[in-house]
């Protein structure tokens, strides 16, 4: 079965950085590409970074352009997310996800990892 797990989600000041993995399972994870977003208290879900299957091309929301950096490591089947700069407004629960169409199109996701940004 697809199993998505995240990691290293944390408290940040402002100004600092975390780096966000997730370990995919059960499916050829080199075949798809992946997505990274994030849920505030209270918010919507606010899609965040994607990359292609092969890493070629990566993509980012404006909010995020700039400060984080969306990688993955298909010998290990682990997608990264990078964040450097961060804001109080980065603050949020952040899943990675198989992506289905577009990039806001998820199949699976996994249980998220908490993210907050405070002095």
């Known amino acids: 079965q697809v199993q998505l797990v995240e990691s290293g989600g944390g408290l940040a000041q402002p100004g600092g950085s975390l780096r966000l993995s997730c370990a995919a399972s059960?499916?050829?994870?080199?075949?798809?590409?992946m997505s990274w977003a994030r849920q505030a208290p209270g918010k919507g879900l606010e899609w965040v970074s994607g990359i292609y299957s092969d890493g070629s091309d990566t993509y980012y929301a404006d909010s995020v352009k700039g400060r984080f950096t969306i990688s993955r490591d298909n010998a290990k089947n682990t997608v990264y997310l990078q964040m450097n700069s961060l804001k109080p407004e980065d603050t949020a629960l952040y899943y990675c996800?198989?992506?289905?169409?577009?990039?806001?199109?998820?199949?699976?996701w996994g249980q998220g990892t908490q993210v907050t940004v405070s002095s």
């Open positions: 996800a198989k992506v289905i169409g577009g990039w806001g199109a998820y199949d699976y």
């Open positions: 059960g499916f050829t994870f080199s075949s798809y590409a």
